[in-house]
């Protein structure tokens, strides 16, 4: 059976420890068989984590209609995503139990990179919350950290040049969900997140202890990531998976929250700055054709076809499906 291992990345920060190179192979083992792993030693403290989750809580504990005039628009992917806004394109119908608050990397509105890209620009910060944009964006730095030392890793054990996958994370397109899910009743059939690949180059969960997530193995079976409570569950995306031509997995996973309990998730994903195409920096395995990826066009056709009444382009590209 498949397995998602905990690897403890702590000597991935030094490249002289006398357990970097086996680090890196764990890292790779793992993201070339499942696509999934949990880390430990990141240096990221469990009181940074629990002061994020108890700032999630308090975003998401007020009145509906408060949520509404903070609520993301067609032209700003920012704010409140109300529950059952997304369904899923399997045409069940049937919507995603959870509310969400969409991030995105934050630059000013004067910011120079907005006359190549207007995708970026300022979160709207939770009005209610005063403490939420340091606490984020706190939580948001320790994570860029994380991120970049996976990535160079990866970069080792795809035997890239060094920096070749983290260069392309200046003034990158990473952004957060900060999600909500409400307890699912035991006949409840639905999902918290119905079965989707993520889109991203990589991303890192602080997993809520009442627990939901849940991984596809390669023979179609669904397991739960063991995580320490000091640890972060870590996945490949898409992106990750194009440019290593298919060596590392993105891996189908879900949510289903039959805890009896809120559960509340806020998952950092990392990808790319918008000029970057993402194709094959390794010769693909073989089977493996898929189109390349311009970040800022691929970032805009998400932003458009969140809307249940835009439908997708011939060239919108195939991400996140599981048809492919
Ligand atoms: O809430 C979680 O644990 C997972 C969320 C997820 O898969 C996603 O937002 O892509
Ligand atoms: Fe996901």
């Not at 399997?90 to 509105?109: C, R, T």
């Not at 030392?149 to 200046?170: C, I, S, T, V």
């Not at 079976?221 to 569950?233: A, N």
């Not at 970057?276 to 189109?291: I, M, Q």
Request: hydrophobic letters at 35%; glycine letters at 8%.
């Amino acid at each position: 059976m498949d397995h998602i291992p905990t690897i403890d990345i702590a000597p991935l920060g030094d490249a002289s420890h006398t357990d970097f190179n086996a680090t890196v192979q764990a890292v790779m083992d793992a993201c070339t068989r499942i696509g999934f792993l949990s880390i430990t030693g990141t240096g990221v403290s469990r009181d940074t984590v629990n002061n994020m989750r108890t700032c999630v809580r308090a975003i998401f504990d007020i009145d509906d209609d408060a949520k509404w005039d903070q609520a993301i628009t067609r032209e700003n992917y920012r704010g409140f995503i109300p529950m059952g806004f997304f369904t899923p394109n399997d045409g069940s119908g049937k919507a995603d139990k959870y509310e969400g608050y969409k991030l995105h990397y934050q630059v000013d509105l004067d910011a120079p990179i907005r006359r190549d890209c207007a995708l970026y620009g300022p979160n709207i910060w939770p009005r209610h919350v005063p403490r939420a944009q340091a606490v984020i964006l706190d939580y948001w730095s320790k994570l860029d950290g994380v991120a970049h030392m996976l990535l160079g890793a990866l970069e080792m054990g795809l035997k890239l040049p060094a920096n070749q996958l983290r260069d392309a994370f200046h003034e990158p397109m990473t952004n957060m969900s900060l999600l909500h899910y409400p307890p699912q009743a035991p006949d409840d059939t639905g999902y918290g997140i119905h079965p989707h690949k993520d889109t991203d180059a990589l991303t890192i969960i602080a997993p809520d202890p009442v627990g939901g997530l849940e991984v596809q193995t390669r023979d179609g079976g669904w397991i739960t990531p063991d995580c320490p409570p000091d640890g972060f569950v870590v996945n490949i995306g898409d992106m990750l998976e194009l440019w290593s031509g298919g060596r590392l997995k993105s891996t189908p996973h879900r949510v289903v929250n039959r805890s009896g309990q809120e559960r509340y998730s806020f998952p950092y994903f990392a990808v790319p700055r918008h000029d970057v195409v993402v194709e094959p920096l390794l010769t693909p395995l073989p089977g493996f054709d898929r189109p390349s990826v311009h970040c800022g066009h691929w970032s805009a056709e998400i932003w458009r076809t969140n809307w249940p009444d835009e439908t997708a382009h011939d060239a919108t590209p195939e991400l996140g499906t599981l048809s492919d």
